[in-house]
C-alpha cells in the first residue's frame, strides 16, 4: 500500500559519520519541506532520538537521518511509547547503514530522500535483548569486539563503514584475539556450552558495514537468523573474511546457521555485543523476535 504522509517529524543526528552529517541538514530539510508537513529536530546526546520518538503518537511518519545507531534510538522510542502507527523513513548517513540494506533504501541520501515519499509502507520484524529492541543485527564475541573498536577509532582513522571495520578487525587479529567460552539453547532445544569465536542473532542479512553473516535473513520472515562461527585459530580468520563478505560462508563446517524464534546466551564472563552498532556488554543475553511489530518505508517487499 502506497502511505499518505501528513504530519512528519525528521530527526537528524548531526554527529552521524564524523559530523559529516551536518552539511547536509539543509539540503535534506528543504527538500521534505517543500513535500511533507515538517518539523525537525536535532539531537544532541545520546539516547536523544529516543526521548524524541517516544512522543509520536500524532505524527504519521517519522524520519531518521543519521546511521543504524539513530535508527535503533528511535525504535526504542517508537517501542516503549507502545506507537505502532508512526511509520518510519530513513535517510542513511551513518558509517554502517546495514539496516538500509535490509529494506531496500539506496545508500544515496539524495535517493533515500525521494524513497522516503515514494516508498511504501512494509512491517518488519524486531528483535528483542533483555528487554531492548534492536532493527538490525546483535553480534557476540569477535565481532562485537571488532565493532567497540571501530567506534573508539572511527574519529582518530576518519574511516566509516567497511573500511572502517576492517581497520578494527585488522588490529583485533593483531593484538587482541581470543575466542569465548558460552552455554546457548536455541529454542526450546538442549543447552550446548562451547568455545565460539562469534555468534550472531539478526533480524537483517549484513553487519559491520555490508558483512553478510546471515545471507538468507528477511527482514520480515517472523525468525531471528542465527550464525555460529566455532572456536578458530587466528591464522584462519583473515582467509575467511571474503566469503563472509560476500555471504558465501554456509560451506564452511565451523559455521553453523539457524533460524529461530528465541536464542539465550550466557556466559561466567562479561561478552561483548554490538547492538545495531550499539555497544554493550552482559553475562546473559535473552534473544526473541517481535514478527511485524515496526512500519517502515520500504523500496523493497
Not at 90 to 119: C, E, H, V, Y
Not at 132 to 146: E, K, M, P, Q, Y
Not at 257 to 274: G, H, K, N, T
Request: net charge positive; proline share 4%; aromatic share 6%.
Amino acid at each position: 500500500m502506497v502511505f499518505i504522509r501528513k504530519k512528519t517529524k525528521l530527526i537528524i543526528n548531526p554527529q552521524a559519520n564524523h559530523g559529516k552529517t551536518q552539511a547536509k541538514i539543509k539540503p535534506i530539510r528543504d527538500f521534505l519541506q517543500s513535500e511533507l508537513d515538517l518539523d525537525t529536530e536535532l539531537t544532541e546526546r545520546p539516547r536523544h532520538a529516543t526521548a524524541i520518538a517516544a512522543n509520536l503518537h500524532d505524527y504519521d511518519l517519522v524520519i531518521a537521518v543519521g546511521g543504524d545507531g539513530t535508527i535503533f534510538e528511535i525504535a526504542n522510542g517508537l517501542v516503549a511509547s507502545k506507537n505502532d502507527k508512526t511509520s518510519l523513513a530513513i535517510i542513511p548517513t551513518g558509517s554502517g547503514n546495514d539496516f538500509r540494506r535490509a529494506i531496500g533504501i539506496s545508500k544515496d541520501w539524495r535517493q533515500a530522500m525521494r524513497q522516503a515519499l515514494s516508498g511504501s509502507v512494509r512491517l518488519v520484524d524486531l528483535g528483542i535483548v533483555n528487554d531492548t529492541s534492536f532493527t538490525n543485527s546483535l553480534a557476540i564475541g569477535f565481532d562485537a569486539r571488532v565493532g567497540h573498536l571501530a567506534n573508539r577509532i572511527k574519529d582518530s582513522t576518519q574511516r566509516s563503514g567497511l573500511s572502517l571495520y576492517i581497520t578494527a578487525l585488522i588490529r583485533i587479529l593483531s593484538s587482541d584475539f581470543y575466542c569465548h567460552r558460552v552455554r546457548f539453547r536455541i529454542d526450546d532445544g538442549e543447552w550446548q556450552e562451547q568455545e565460539v569465536l562469534l555468534i550472531a542473532a539478526n533480524n537483517g542479512p549484513s553487519y559491520g558495514g555490508g558483512f553478510k553473516i546471515t545471507p538468507k535473513a528477511r527482514i520480515d520472515d517472523g525468525k531471528i537468523n542465527i550464525c555460529i562461527i566455532d572456536e578458530l585459530p587466528r591464522w584462519q580468520v583473515g582467509p575467511r573474511l571474503p566469503f563472509v563478505l560476500a555471504g558465501k560462508h554456509q560451506w564452511m563446517s565451523m559455521a553453523h546457521f539457524y533460524q529461530a524464534r528465541s536464542l539465550i546466551v550466557e556466559s561466567d564472563c562479561e561478552l561483548p555485543a554490538a547492538l545495531d552498532g550499539e555497544l554493550i556488554k552482559a553475562k546473559r543475553f535473552e534473544i526473541s523476535i517481535r514478527p511485524g511489530s515496526l512500519p517502515v518505508i520500504s523500496n523493497s517487499h
